[in-house]
């Protein structure tokens, strides 16, 4: 006897769900018989074990009466064998009708299918347990907006000509391209959650300016930065040790005392070195801790105090601005595609992000314009070699070394520089070389 699952797609529901039937094959007799589930064609996959996706709210108990359907069958068909009766396709459909009345009278409620976006929200967020407020958060916005511009849009009709009268809404309340990107994803998701094809044209080209990042001397400034109230200097801990390695917010907070460990690197002897795989890629990243790290790494022993990262960027911010850092940053936003400038204090826009940023223009500094070697210390490729770590290791930390020393006369740290020069008349003469760059300093 065989037993196939098979889904009637000419008939869908109005929410496009289709009915699933179930035939049964045997010597000389064949009967359809139906289960009374319909499920979204994209949910069904008739060769598993659950038969109805997980994507499905009701998954559990659809599969659940399709597998009890699938047991009466077969105690029928042992039932005629132990009888010594033929098996007619009438005492199948008697039996699995009346195990279908008495499920169907005990049955739980059927999650209507989602519609608007408050329904696909609720939808997103159970097949998605465990995220954390900031990231539900970046959804439940979208979800205001979208409410507040339809109350109760059927997403799912979404056309092309309302999906630009959207943007052209969201651009006219001033939203950059950046964030009317998590709305069209949120839509995109929309159309996954509920099984269909997402349209080819449901997408935003998206560009961002360039990102800040701190000069050598307002790193080497922050790192001197002393009598700091203890939320700011464990910040100012946290922020350079993540710029000494380069990393996400998100790699910084995964490290572990066993991530580290001390590895004999040509010229340095034993250096600790981290080894773990990046959160977001998931590819192995080897990096040695340059001193600095190496003492902020043993002054927490290994285990770093880590705010969640919005608190990260509200003290970030303070710690900037008690480190007066305060000159103009030219942020760049898009709106529908066009760039808008606006000139802003560095302290205004510095995130933890800017630590990687500013990590890597310091490596191409301090190595002379290494761009190899500032992609393999963000992770980006591996262009020295998977196993080259002597190799790679010994340049990044000379680079560091040449970035974060103090010449006498190029790094003095002006928080408030004059606005215009002196008349006098300056020349550029190098004082120190850095790789293949020259540090100029102004003389008479």
């Known amino acids: 006897m065989n037993l196939t699952l098979r889904q009637r797609l000419d008939k869908p529901a109005r929410d496009g769900r289709c009915y699933v039937f179930l035939d049964v094959t045997w010597p000389r007799h064949r009967a359809t018989l139906p289960t009374g589930v319909k499920c979204l064609p994209a949910h069904f996959r008739p060769d598993k074990a659950q038969p109805v996706s997980a994507k499905d709210l009701a998954a559990g108990h659809l599969n659940a009466r399709l597998n009890a359907l699938k047991a009466t069958v077969l105690k029928v068909a042992e039932r005629a064998v132990v009888e010594d009766v033929p098996l007619t396709p009438a005492m199948l459909r008697t039996a699995t009708s009346a195990r279908r009345a008495k499920t169907n009278s005990t049955s739980v409620t059927v999650a209507p299918p989602a519609v608007t976006p408050t329904e696909f929200y609720a939808r997103w967020k159970a097949d998605n347990p465990g995220q954390t407020s900031h990231g539900a958060r970046r959804y439940k916005q979208v979800v205001d907006h979208l409410q507040a511009y339809q109350p109760d849009w059927p997403v799912l009709e979404l056309t092309r000509p309302e999906f630009l009268g959207y943007l052209t809404h969201l651009a006219g309340l001033g939203l950059v391209d950046g964030t009317v990107s998590k709305h069209v994803k949120f839509l995109r998701e929309c159309f996954r959650l509920g099984g269909l094809p997402v349209p080819g044209w449901l997408k935003l080209q998206t560009r961002y300016g360039r990102a800040p990042a701190l000069r050598a001397k307002e790193l080497q400034h922050l ?158 490729a591996g262009v020295y070699g998977h196993d080259a770590l002597e190799r790679y290791g010994p340049a990044l930390l000379r680079a560091w070394e040449a970035v974060l020393s103090k010449p006498k006369m190029d790094n003095n740290f002006s928080a408030n520089p004059p606005d215009s020069a002196p008349d006098e008349t300056y020349v550029l003469r190098p004082v120190r070389t850095i790789g293949a760059y020259s540090l100029p300093r102004l003389t008479k």
């Open 223 to 380: 790192i001197a930065l002393s009598d700091l109230l203890p939320d700011l200097a464990i910040e100012r801990d946290l922020f350079v040790l993540q710029t000494l390695l380069l990393l996400r917010d998100s790699d910084l907070r995964q490290l572990r005392p066993h991530h580290i460990e001390p590895v004999p690197l040509p010229g340095y002897g034993p250096v600790p070195v981290a080894t773990f795989r990046q959160a977001k890629t998931g590819d192995e990243v080897r990096l040695p801790l340059p001193p600095a790290a190496a003492a902020i790494w043993e002054r927490y022993a290994g285990k770093l105090p880590m705010p969640v990262q919005q608190e990260r960027n509200r003290r970030m911010k303070h710690l900037a601005r008690v480190a007066q850092l305060e000159r103009s940053f030219v942020r760049v936003q898009y709106v529908q595609g066009e760039p808008v400038e606006e000139i802003i204090p560095l302290h205004k826009v510095i995130t933890t992000h800017t630590a990687r940023h500013t990590g890597a223009d310091m490596v191409m500094l301090g190595s002379g314009g290494d761009s190899n070697l500032k992609e393999k210390a963000l992770g980006h």
